[in-house]
C-alpha cells in the first residue's frame, strides 16, 4: 500500500513538472501535446496541411499509442490526427483520484512518451514522402 502512494506522488510530481501543454516542429510536422481537463491524461495531435492520405493515416493508425483515436469519424478529419493515453493499461490522474487501478500493468504515459510516439510516426511518415 505505502508504495502505491509513492508511485502516484511520483506520477503527480512529473505531472506538475511536464506541465499541461507542449507544442512544436519536427520535420516539416506541427505536433501538440495536451493534457486533458477532465481526467488528467495526454492526448498527442500532428497537423498536416491537408487531409491526410490513406497510406498516412494508415501508418498513424497502426504506430499511434491506441490508434488514432482524433481525425476519424468515418472520414480522416481535414489537418489533425491524434491519440489518447486513456486505454486499459494507461493509469490516468483520474484513477488515482477515484481510487481505481483496474490493470496491475497500468502505466501513466508521460510527456516524454507522448512526444516520443509522435516523432516515431513523423519518421515513419516522411519514410513514404
Known amino acids: ?11 503527480l510530481e512529473n505531472m506538475i513538472n511536464e506541465g499541461n501543454h507542449k507544442e512544436g516542429t519536427y520535420k516539416g510536422f506541427k505536433y501538440e501535446i495536451i493534457r486533458m481537463p477532465h481526467a488528467g491524461h495526454l492526448c498527442g ?3 498536416f496541411d491537408k487531409k491526410a492520405t490513406e497510406e498516412e493515416f494508415e501508418i498513424m493508425d497502426y504506430n ?3 490508434g488514432v483515436t482524433w ?11 491524434g491519440f489518447d493515453c486513456a486505454h486499459g493499461g494507461d493509469y490516468s490522474p483520474l484513477d ?3 481510487g481505481m487501478r483496474l490493470f ?5 504515459k508521460d510527456m516524454k512518451y507522448v512526444e516520443n510516439n509522435i516523432i ?3 519518421n515513419k511518415l516522411r519514410e513514404v514522402d
Open 71 to 81: 481525425g476519424y469519424d468515418g472520414e480522416p478529419n481535414k489537418g489533425k490526427y
Open 96 to 98: 488515482v483520484f477515484g
Open 120 to 122: 516515431e510516426v513523423i
Open 104 to 108: 496491475e500493468y497500468a502505466t501513466y
Open 1 to 11: 500500500m505505502v508504495e502505491n502512494f509513492r508511485e502516484v506522488s511520483r506520477m
Open 64 to 66: 499511434f499509442h491506441g
Open 45 to 47: 495531435y500532428i497537423y
